[in-house]
């Protein structure tokens, strides 16, 4: 017959608690990590937006014509 460990009520009730305590730090990390990325990601977005919108005020192309590349209505195969 093997011998299981009694393991007595209280100390259930500590590994409970560690273990919830655990679980409160792991949440507190991840959203200061998702917090941080999504951070990271709108900056990546709004430099994209300035880039993108100085390409179109140098471009030698007008409004509606790179509204229509964009769009996918442009014949590629015009350019030269």
Same mark, same amino acid.
């Given at each position: 017959?093997? =011998?299981g =460990?009694? +393991?007595?009520? @209280?100390?259930? /009730? %500590?590994?409970? /608690? $560690?273990? %919830? @305590?655990?679980? +409160? =730090?792991? $949440?507190a990390? #991840? &959203?200061? !990590?998702? *917090?941080?990325? %999504?951070?990271?990601?709108?900056? =990546?977005?709004?430099?994209r937006?300035?880039d993108?919108?100085? !390409?179109?005020?140098? *471009?030698?192309?007008? #409004?509606e014509? +790179?509204? &229509?590349?964009? $769009?996918g209505? !442009?014949?590629?195969?015009? @350019?030269?």
């Open positions: 017959m093997v =011998r =460990r009694k +393991i007595s009520e @209280e100390n259930l /009730e %500590q590994q409970i /608690e $560690k273990a %919830q @305590e655990k679980v +409160i =730090r792991t $949440k990390a #991840y &959203e200061n !990590a998702v *917090s941080d990325l %999504q951070k990271i990601l709108d900056k =990546r977005d709004a430099k937006k300035d993108l919108w100085n !390409a179109v005020i140098s *471009s030698k192309k007008s #409004y014509e +790179i509204l &229509e590349l964009i $769009k209505d !442009a014949d590629l195969s015009e @350019e030269s």
